[in-house]
Nanobody
Framework: QVQLVESGGGLVQAGGSLRLSCAAS????????MGWYRQAPGKQRELVAS???????NYVDSVKGRFTVSRDNAKNTVYLQMNSLKPEDTALYYC???????????WGKGTLVTVSS
């Protein structure tokens, strides 16, 4: 079992920045990809960014050039640096960890990001 604890959400004005963190604990040895999803009111959850243990990253088009995902494997922690935030980035952001051995996805409880115009 893997536990994910997110931090760093909050309220920010458009154009501002926030940094999200997600620390994994428990059975972390099988985790390969970690990343961030978000869900805005009335919308489906979408992948924002992910990073493999080896450092390969993937981003949704709408955040490319503004968000950066990074990872500290020694600390089992993934980060999301969000710059030039827009009101449409407002959502509940969830940390995700994918166990490549057992094919299990783990989720954090979510951290709210609100961007005011």
């Amino acid at each position: 079992q893997v536990q994910l604890v997110e931090s760093g959400g909050g309220l920010v004005q458009a154009g501002g920045s926030l940094r999200l963190s997600c620390a994994a604990s428990g059975g972390v040895n099988g985790i390969n990809a970690m990343g961030w999803y978000r869900q805005a009111p009335g919308k489906q959850r979408e992948l924002v960014a992910s990073i493999t243990r080896g450092g390969t990253t993937n981003y949704v088009d709408s955040v490319k050039g503004r968000f950066t995902v990074s990872r500290d494997n020694a600390k089992n922690t993934v980060y999301l640096q969000m710059n030039s935030l827009k009101p449409e980035d407002t959502a509940l952001y969830y940390c995700n960890a994918a166990d490549g051995v057992y094919g299990i996805d783990y989720w954090g409880k979510g951290t709210l990001v609100t961007v005011s115009s």
